[in-house]
Nanobody
């Protein structure tokens, strides 16, 4: 079993930055793809960014491309999401998810999920 815990969310002004962390426990996620999704009130869950188990391959949703950066440190069993130039429309609960296979953009493909961390961007 893998337990995922997100942290780093909060309230930030438009144009600001935040760094989210997804810390894993229970077993190493070194062979897992890890992806960030988000869900805003009244909206469907949205793929944000994903990273392969090696960290060499990264993928981004169109709405965050060029502003967000996903990375991982397998020695710390942690994945990060650096979010810059935040916009009001980035406001959502952000979840990390893991699967022992390639990154996909479909949430139902993932085996393990964290509880989520709230990101609120004030305009």
């Amino acid at each position: 079993q893998v337990q995922l815990v997100e942290s780093g969310g909060g309230l930030v002004l438009s144009g600001g930055s935040l760094r989210l962390s997804c810390a894993a426990s229970g077993r190493s996620i070194g062979s897992y793809a890890v992806t960030w999704f988000r869900q805003a009130p009244g909206k469907e869950r949205e793929f944000v960014a994903g990273v392969s188990w090696t960290g060499r391959a990264t993928y981004y949703g169109d709405s965050v491309q060029g502003r967000f950066t996903i990375s991982r440190d397998n020695t710390k069993n942690t994945v990060y999401l650096q979010m810059n130039s935040l916009k009001f429309e980035d406001t959502a609960v952000y979840y990390c998810a893991a699967r022992p296979a390639k990154v996909t953009t479909t949430g139902s493909d993932y085996d393990y999920w964290g509880q989520g961390t709230q990101v609120t961007v004030s305009s």
